[in-house]
């Protein structure tokens, strides 16, 4: 980034200082109202309130909740920054004064706790800011500014929804695609790479079959507790045995159901089961050694049928674009110093971040921002106690709100202002 877009860029976050308290209080009311995936009604409403009275032209509703704003400001690239919008069913345990104590209805009709165990109303508030900042100070870029807030990342509905809903054909297709996490790491801290940055995650569900029959005459069933006990089992194996130790997978079998009383066997057990893989071939095997290892086992059990295996959801690998992540990564270097502009290794968490860039044909960049207290992470990382720290999706996932609130907003800000500097 040359003395110019550093210049430009400091004109466009001289006044964060003064817009943090709104947005200090924008994240605490959203993280105080979580929704979850495609019932962001109130967080899309907030987001595209805030949009229309800083001049954009926004259009809600695409894939159900997702809003996307436009700032036209004269020639020059079409920059998207994405934020997601939905929490999860978690009861929150972080005893903050704007804890979550929401409950809603999800897909299945159950009643339960929801909390943004994510970061999301993080991200959304970053990209709020951001946009806020280039509507203020249109006279220190020229392009057009794309923030699209987007539903359903958690069950990877949620871009691909808005694709299906004509995203590529009714906006302008992008120069570039931004996006950004808040992660366990110091706050204020970025970390990013070029190539793959997190990994291709695959939710399935099996369904095994059996016999069931009273429980103390096991000699009459074909009990689908022991097929899938053994099955449970049996897929340890895949990734110490089937993938080389240069590559690397992650299978977690994360429930297993059946029955449900003691001296009751029952006709059927269901497994779930998540899988995490950084190279399309290594996913491909995966995925066929499941499938051959459910079958064997329900078969070697003498099920009455076959199982049935679906696949509950998908998320791509998302890679980092090499020239476009360097760009990103030399304004970052001259905005924040050194030390808070570091490099990561992929990370087995997944993201459907990448379905936009990949699908439209467009170079993305991805990257993290810390949401840890600096002293509690220093501390962790001295003692080797980092594993310790709350991980997103723990009911006790808390970002502290400063430098994270400023930092991510800065991000955003210095990467997109990579392009659209005068």
């Known amino acids: ?14 006044n964060l200082s003064r817009l943090l308290p709104d947005l200090e209080s924008v994240y605490t009311d959203i993280h105080a109202h979580p929704e979850l995936s495609m019932q962001e009604n109130r967080t899309a409403r907030i987001a595209a309130d805030r949009l229309r009275a800083a001049g954009y032209e926004v259009t809600t509703g695409v894939g159900k909740t997702g809003v996307v704003g436009l700032l036209r400001n004269g020639d020059g690239p079409t920059i998207m ?55 203020r100070n249109r006279d220190a870029w020229h392009g057009t500014l794309m923030p699209v807030f987007q539903p359903a990342e958690e069950t990877a509905e949620g871009a691909q929804a808005m694709i299906d809903d004509g995203l590529f054909k009714r906006f302008p297709k992008p120069d570039v695609v931004l996006g950004q996490h808040v992660m366990v790491g110091s706050s204020g801290v970025l970390s990013s790479r070029p190539g793959v940055i997190t990994s291709a995650g695959d939710s ?16 009459a069933s074909i009990d689908p507790v022991v097929m899938a006990a053994a099955t449970v089992l049996r897929l340890q194996t895949i990734v110490s045995r089937e993938v080389a130790a240069t590559d690397a997978a992650v299978i977690t079998v994360g ?33 066929a050694a499941i499938t051959r290892i ?5 078969e070697a059990s003498g099920a009455p049928k076959p199982p049935e295996i679906t696949s509950l959801d998908h998320y791509p690998l998302v890679k980092n674009d090499p020239e476009s992540a360097k760009r990103v990564g030399d304004a970052f270097r001259q905005h924040f110093t050194a030390d808070r502009v570091q490099a990561t290794q992929p990370t087995t968490a997944s993201e459907d971040f990448g379905s936009f ?22 501390k962790a990382k001295e003692s080797g106690s980092i594993g310790d720290i709350p991980t997103n999706h723990s009911p006790r996932f808390a970002p502290v709100i400063h430098p994270t609130l400023e ?4 991000a955003l800000v210095v990467a997109a202002q990579a392009w659209l500097s005068l």
Not at 204 to 219: D, E, K, N, T, V
């Open 1 to 14: 980034m040359d003395e110019a877009t550093q210049k430009y860029s400091g004109d466009l976050l001289a």
């Open 81 to 135: 920054l994405r934020a997601d919008m939905d929490a999860l069913p978690v009861k929150e345990a972080t005893g903050l004064p704007y804890a979550s104590s929401a409950t809603a209805t999800d897909h299945e009709g159950k009643t339960v706790p929801v909390m943004h165990a994510c970061g999301h109303d993080m991200h959304v508030t970053w990209l709020i800011g951001a946009a806020t900042l280039f509507a």
């Open 204 to 219: 399935l569900q099996i369904r095994m079959f059996g016999r069931g029959a009273h429980g103390s005459m096991p000699q």
């Open 255 to 287: 429930s297993l159901q059946a029955g449900t009383k003691e001296n009751v066997i029952p006709d059927e057990a269901i497994i779930k089961l998540n899988v995490r893989t950084f190279d399309e071939n290594v996913r491909k095997h995966v995925l």
């Open 294 to 298: 459910v079958n064997a086992e329900a």
């Open 357 to 378: 860039g990949a699908e439209w044909g467009a170079p993305s960049v991805f990257w993290f921002v810390g949401g840890t207290d600096p002293a509690v992470y220093a």
């Open 407 to 410: 930092t991510g907003v800065e």
